[in-house]
């Protein structure tokens, strides 16, 4: 079992500033790349920034230069700190890990969401 627990999500208004963490746990005997989700209201779920092992990034145009993502490998957790917000960024985050489990099996796993919401 593996458990992700997002939080940071909230309401800030457009030039405002959020950080959203996600902490894994559970039968993760590594990580292999996690990354940040989101999905806003008639859209598809696209990717906002990625992160791998070795520490590799990327990130989607629309974010590039506002955008952060960051990693504490020892505490398993995954950091996206949001600059510049704007109301176009509104949308629900989803955390999403790739790992290996203690049988060498290689899973995707979403974390629940977590609402980011930027007023005009």
């Known amino acids: 079992q593996v458990q992700l627990v997002e939080s940071g999500g909230g309401l800030v208004q457009a030039g405002g500033s959020l950080r959203l963490s996600c902490a894994a746990s559970g039968s993760i005997f590594s990580i292999n790349a996690m990354g940040w989700y989101r999905q806003a209201p008639g859209k598809q779920r696209e990717l906002v920034a990625a992160i791998t092992s070795g520490g590799s990034t990327n990130y989607a145009d629309s974010v590039k230069g506002r955008f952060t993502i960051s990693r504490d490998a020892a505490k398993n957790t995954l950091y996206l700190q949001m600059n510049s917000l704007k109301p176009e960024d509104t949308a629900v985050y989803y955390c999403?890990?790739?790992?290996?489990?203690?049988?060498?099996?290689?899973?995707?796993?979403w974390g629940q969401g977590t609402q980011v919401t930027v007023s005009s």
């Open positions: 999403l890990t790739k790992y290996t489990d203690l049988i060498n099996n290689e899973y995707d796993y």
